[in-house]
Structures are given as C-alpha cells and as structure tokens.
C-alpha cells in the first residue's frame, strides 16, 4: 500500500490511496495525495477567490473587518482540520470539504440565496450545496480535457451529504427535499458517477458540517457586537455565553471589551470543538477496527455536539436570529439586496442580449428549465460589487446597501 502521504489514520478514515476515483481517470501526482489534490483545485479555483467579495451578513463595504465567505470558509478549515486530527479522520479531506461547502453560495448571503430560489420555483428552485456541486462538475472550465475540477468521488459525496442523506432506502427524498424534491443537478451527478444518496457521508464531511456551525456562531458574535447590533451585555441572555463571560470577568476584572469579545470568541470555538471530538470519540467506538462503510451505514451520524452543546448551539442560533439575522438595518439592507437579485434576474430572462457574449451563446437550444439555471449560474457567480455594478448597467437606481 502506498505510504507516502500516510499519518495516524483510524480505520474508519477515508484512505486517499484507496479513493473510488475521479469521473475522468487522471495520472496520480508524485507528491500530493488525491485529497490533496482536490483541496489545491479548489483553492485555486476562479469560485474560490470571488468568495473574497461575497458577504456573510453584511454587505461588503459596511467595513474592512467584518467577515466574507472567504474568511469564513478559511475558519472553518482550521476548525475542520483539528477535529479530524483528533479524530483519526483524514484532515487533508476533510479540509477540501470545508474550503468547498461555501462555492455555491450567491451575492449578498442568504438573500440572495433566497431571492434565486423563489425566482426559479417553477424550475426546481435554487441550492446552494447543489450549486457548489455543479461549479466543481461543470462550470469552472479550466482543464483541456474536461469541464469542472474533476474532483474525487469521496470530495464529490460530502459536498452533497454533509448535512446527510438526501433520500431514504427505497429513493424517496428526505423531509427536507419533499416540497421540490432533489436538486436536479444533483440527481444527475449521482446518475453518473453513484454518490449512494441515502447512505450518510464519510466523518470527514461530517466534521466540515459541524466546523461551519462553530465557525457561524463564533464570528457571528464576533461581527455583531463591534457592528453594535446588540451589547456584549446582552449576551448574559444565553447561558452558554454567560458562563464564558464570567470566566473571563472572573480572571480580568478590567479588561478593554475588544479584548472580552475576543476572549469570547475563542473559549467558545475551544469548548465546542473540544465538546464534539469527546462526544465523537464516544459514538465511534462501535466502528473502531472497521472501514469507512460503517459510518456511511451507521444510520445516524457519528460527529455530533453532545447535549450541553446542542442546546448551546441552538440558543446561540435563536440570540443571533433575534437580535442580528433580524436587525431593522440588516432587514431593511437584506430587502434591498434582494431587489437587486431579482431585478438581475428578470432583466436576464426578459432580455439575453444582455449577458456576456460567451453567456449569451451558451444559451442556443436551450429550454426554459436550462435558460434559468443558466442565468442563475451567472448571477450566482457574482460577488457583491460586481453584482451592485451589473444593476448600475441595467437600471435608473440601484440601492446603496448601506
């Protein structure tokens, strides 16, 4: 067995020498695993760095510190990365997974997310996870001998399952997929290349879907508070956060709060991350000797928040719901977003001259279904900037989103 990337590797780790491969067979590299491999696409893919200019909450020039999708994707890797250390998991994987959860991801968060998904309703709708799948598979053209970054199969599952499956044994879709069913690209890709969409992914992309929860609540926090949506005070409403802060008060009487909130912040990530390699540790022991299979086949997943940090998660979730995602000024610069998106949209659709040259050929032949999934990708694809530009060309007034 090839040995040169190996290190502490539990049983129940995804083995890059023993991947089930790439849609397009590949020479293998001399220095890199096939992980590896994967993760350095990405990185360098033209999806990846426009993450640089697509915000999380706010709008990208509410201020230079706030987090992007860049910032937060490369949070979530490290986060990623030490769990799976911990864990015996693959990191390399399950850093590839963390680095590509957020390429579908649309201008403008979550509203513009929303905004693509009622315009496309009669098409299937708009995801995210199904838009990350179809950047990596098709639309960043690159190499001369395929479209997309012609990733592994084990990069590809956990892109689609690491919020776990998407349909039960017999094929029907899970709860979550009933009102629209599954993604078609999703179907598609899995029609091509199998990705076993009732089973649950392999530990690494579990560990990514956790990582992004830690890393959403941490700088969630982190950017409400020095945006002044609500005092470090307030925080005392959650229990979770009340007990960092008194230990923080309790070792500095006196300390200037932007050394609180960043105090805060990292004895939050520690006491999660570590909570959930304690908890994990416990649920995989019945798999410890086993393969990857086991947990794909567990029937519940493996890399979990115990108690304590399942509420904690959850009430950190409806603070930050209430008192930030919920904010009059996020509501009212979401709102204007959203007109943005959807004026984009129904410009594009009532008038292809409008896009691109390259975009507009690609639309010969096309039906309604594949015309909106084409605008969509476009629009999609946009960052913040670029899509408040575009508007500027089409349109008398654009909001200022400030």
Same mark, same amino acid.
């Given at each position: 067995?090839?040995?040169?990337?190996?290190?502490?590797?539990?049983?129940?780790?995804?083995?890059?020498?023993?991947?089930?491969?790439?849609?397009?067979?590949?020479?293998?590299?001399?220095?890199?695993?096939?992980?590896?491999?994967?993760?350095?696409?990405?990185?360098?893919?033209?999806?990846?760095?426009?993450?640089?200019?697509?915000?999380?909450?706010?709008?990208?020039?509410?201020?230079?510190?706030?987090?992007?999708?860049?910032?937060?994707?490369?949070?979530?890797?490290?986060?990623?990365?030490?769990?799976?250390?911990?864990?015996?998991?693959?990191?390399?994987?399950?850093?590839?997974?963390?680095?590509?959860?957020?390429?579908?991801?649309?201008?403008?968060?979550?509203?513009?997310?929303?905004?693509?998904?009622?315009?496309?309703?009669?098409?299937?709708?708009?995801?995210? %996870?199904?838009?990350?799948?179809?950047?990596?598979?098709?639309?960043?053209?690159?190499?001369?001998?395929?479209?997309?970054?012609?990733?592994?199969?084990?990069?590809?599952?956990?892109?689609?399952?690491?919020?776990?499956?998407?349909?039960?044994?017999?094929?029907?879709?899970?709860?979550?997929?009933?009102?629209?069913?599954?993604?078609?690209?999703?179907?598609?890709?899995?029609?091509?290349?199998?990705?076993?969409?009732?089973?649950?992914?392999?530990?690494?992309?579990?560990?990514?879907?956790?990582?992004?929860?830690?890393?959403? %609540?941490?700088?969630?926090?982190?950017?409400?508070?020095?945006?002044?949506?609500?005092?470090?005070?307030?925080? %005392?409403? #959650?229990?979770?956060?009340?007990?960092?802060?008194?230990?923080?008060?309790?070792?500095?009487?006196?300390?200037?709060?932007?050394?609180?909130?960043?105090?805060?912040?990292?004895?939050?990530?520690?006491?999660?991350?570590?909570?959930?390699?304690?908890?994990?540790?416990?649920?995989?022991?019945?798999?410890?000797?086993?393969?990857?299979?086991?947990?794909?086949?567990?029937?519940?997943? #493996?890399?979990?928040?115990?108690?304590? *940090?399942?509420?904690?998660?959850?009430?950190?979730?409806?603070?930050?719901?209430?008192?930030?995602?919920?904010?009059?000024?996020?509501?009212?610069?979401?709102?204007?977003?959203?007109? #943005?998106?959807?004026?984009?949209?129904?410009?594009?659709?009532?008038?292809?001259?409008?896009?691109?040259?390259?975009?507009?050929?690609?639309?010969?032949?096309?039906?309604?279904?594949?015309?909106?999934?084409?605008?969509?990708?476009?629009?999609?694809?946009?960052?913040?900037?670029?899509?408040?530009?575009?508007?500027?060309? *089409?349109?008398?007034?654009?909001?200022? *989103?400030?």
């Amino acid at each position: 067995m090839d040995r040169r990337f190996d290190r502490w590797r539990a049983s129940y780790a995804a083995d890059p020498t023993e991947t089930r491969g790439r849609r397009f067979k590949e020479e293998s590299s001399p220095t890199r695993s096939e992980f590896q491999r994967d993760r350095d696409r990405i990185i360098h893919s033209t999806a990846f760095r426009r993450l640089k200019h697509k915000t999380q909450v706010f709008v990208f020039h509410e201020g230079d510190h706030f987090r992007t999708r860049l910032t937060h994707t490369i949070e979530v890797a490290q986060i990623a990365r030490s769990i799976a250390r911990a864990l015996g998991l693959d990191e390399d994987l399950a850093e590839t997974l963390a680095l590509s959860h957020d390429l579908g991801h649309t201008p403008f968060g979550h509203t513009g997310e929303d905004a693509l998904d009622d315009c496309l309703s009669q098409f299937g709708g708009f995801d995210h %996870n199904a838009q990350a799948l179809r950047i990596v598979t098709t639309l960043e053209r690159r190499y001369p001998d395929f479209d997309g970054l012609n990733l592994t199969w084990e990069t590809l599952e956990g892109l689609v399952k690491h919020n776990g499956p998407l349909s039960g044994p017999q094929g029907n879709p899970m709860p979550r997929f009933q009102k629209r069913g599954i993604a078609r690209g999703i179907l598609r890709e899995d029609a091509l290349v199998h990705l076993d969409l009732s089973s649950f992914a392999g530990g690494e992309a579990q560990v990514a879907a956790l990582a992004d929860d830690i890393a959403y %609540n941490s700088h969630d926090l982190d950017d409400g508070l020095r945006a002044g949506l609500f005092p470090l005070s307030d925080l %005392n409403e #959650v229990p979770f956060l009340a007990d960092i802060l008194a230990e923080i008060y309790k070792k500095w009487h006196n300390l200037e709060e932007s050394r609180v909130i960043h105090e805060l912040g990292r004895r939050l990530i520690t006491r999660f991350v570590e909570g959930v390699i304690e908890e994990s540790r416990r649920r995989l022991l019945p798999v410890v000797g086993l393969p990857i299979e086991a947990i794909r086949n567990a029937g519940e997943p #493996v890399i979990v928040f115990g108690d304590e *940090l399942t509420i904690a998660d959850r009430d950190i979730k409806r603070f930050l719901f209430a008192r930030m995602y919920r904010n009059a000024d996020v509501m009212r610069v979401r709102g204007e977003a959203d007109t #943005v998106v959807r004026d984009l949209y129904n410009a594009f659709v009532s008038d292809s001259s409008r896009l691109p040259e390259d975009w507009r050929q690609r639309l010969i032949g096309q039906g309604d279904a594949e015309r909106a999934q084409h605008i969509a990708d476009y629009i999609a694809g946009m960052t913040d900037r670029f899509a408040l530009q575009e508007h500027r060309r *089409l349109f008398d007034a654009t909001p200022d *989103l400030r």
